[in-house]
């Protein structure tokens, strides 16, 4: 069993950033997959970014694509969601989440969550 804590979400102005982290309780943190989601009301949850294990391999939706960096610290179990030039439309629960097995970005393919953290971005 994995346990993953967000933190470091908030409300930011337009423009702004923030960095999200996502601290794991597991002593086998490099055998998984990581990933962030995000899910605003009314609305599937969707993928942000994700890491491979150990090579740092990475993936993000294009709506992130060169604002946000996705990150990892095998040596302390934490993932880290680095978000710049934010805008209103990523102000959304965010969600760490950790899977064995691939590099993917259903949410079905991830075994364990957190339980969310806000961003809210104002314009």
């Known amino acids: 069993q994995v346990q993953l804590v967000e933190s470091g979400g908030g409300l930011v102005q337009a423009g702004g950033s923030l960095r999200l982290s996502c601290a794991a309780s597991?002593?086998?943190?490099?055998?998984?997959?990581m990933a962030w989601f995000r899910q605003v009301p009314g609305k599937e949850r969707e993928f942000v970014a994700a890491?491979?294990?150990?090579?740092?391999?990475?993936d993000y939706a294009d709506s992130v694509k060169g604002r946000f960096t996705i990150s990892r610290d095998n040596a302390n179990p934490t993932v880290y969601l680095q978000m710049n030039t934010l805008k209103p439309e990523d102000t959304a629960v965010y969600y760490c989440?950790?899977?064995?097995?691939?590099?993917?970005?259903?949410?079905?393919?991830?075994?364990?969550w957190g339980q969310g953290i806000q961003v809210t971005v104002s314009s």
């Open positions: 989440a950790a899977d064995r097995t691939r590099l993917g970005r259903s949410q079905l393919e991830y075994d364990y």
């Open positions: 890491i491979s294990r150990s090579i740092g391999r990475t």
């Open positions: 597991t002593r086998t943190w490099s055998t998984y997959y």
